[in-house]
C-alpha cells in the first residue's frame, strides 16, 4: 500500500493532467483549448514585444536584410 501512495504522491501532477486531457477530449473542449492556448502565445508576444522592442527591431531588420 505504501508503493501505491508513493506512485500517487509522485504523479500526482500527471495523473490529474490525464485526467483533465481525458475530460477536454470527450467533452470537446478542445477548439475551447486551442482558442485559449492561441490566446495565451499571442498576449505573450505581445508582451515580450513591448518589452524588448529594440531587440525585436534589429532580429527582424537582419531578418529581411538576409533574404
Known amino acids: 500500500m505504501d508503493d ?8 500526482r501532477g500527471a495523473i490529474i493532467g490525464a485526467i483533465l486531457a481525458i ?3 470527450c467533452t470537446g473542449f478542445l477548439k475551447l483549448a486551442l482558442v ?6 499571442g498576449i505573450f508576444l ?12 534589429q532580429k527582424l531588420l537582419d531578418f529581411i536584410n538576409r533574404m
Request: glycine residues 10%.
Open 36 to 41: 485559449i492556448i492561441v490566446i495565451g502565445a
Open 23 to 25: 475530460i477536454i477530449l
Open 46 to 57: 505581445g508582451n515580450y514585444v513591448q518589452h524588448n522592442k529594440y531587440e525585436v527591431k
Open 4 to 11: 501505491f501512495k508513493g506512485f500517487l504522491h509522485e504523479y
